[in-house]
């Protein structure tokens, strides 16, 4: 799998990830993202700020973002591209995952298959 990215920011995720960690209490080394079960869906995704990296965590550079993958979501996520979206009634961080199936009515929790080695061609470019 080298070579392969597990996640991709925008310019506009980048830009507001920066902005937020500047104005962190304490030094933050990155933005750690993964997965947990739970909601209507099965799982949901989970962000909190990363003083470290943990062993065993992918550590992604992308537009001067530091990103801590939970080496348990590595392949729920691989392929994925985070953005922050704004709309009238809410800003928020989205995942476009490919491997995401679906999602539930209220938009807090979705249904992830992990990737596969066949599905890799696909799911993320080379």
Not at 79 to 89: A, P, R, S, Y
Not at 100 to 122: F, K, M, N, Y
């Amino acid at each position: 799998m080298s070579g392969f990215k597990v996640i991709t920011l925008t310019d506009r995720a980048a830009d507001r990830l920066k902005a937020i960690m500047a104005d962190a209490e304490k030094p933050i080394a990155g933005l750690r993202v993964g997965v947990k079960n739970g909601g209507c869906a099965g799982m949901s995704y989970t962000m909190e700020y990363a003083e470290a990296r943990k062993p065993g965590e992918d550590a992604i550079e992308d537009r001067g973002v530091t990103v801590f993958i939970d080496p348990k979501a590595v392949l729920f996520l691989l392929g994925t591209e985070m953005d922050f979206q704004t709309t009238k009634l809410s800003s928020q961080f989205v995942f476009n995952n490919p491997n995401q199936t679906s999602a539930c009515g209220c938009g807090e929790s979705v249904a992830i298959t992990p990737a596969t080695p066949d599905r890799l061609g696909a799911a993320v470019p080379a």
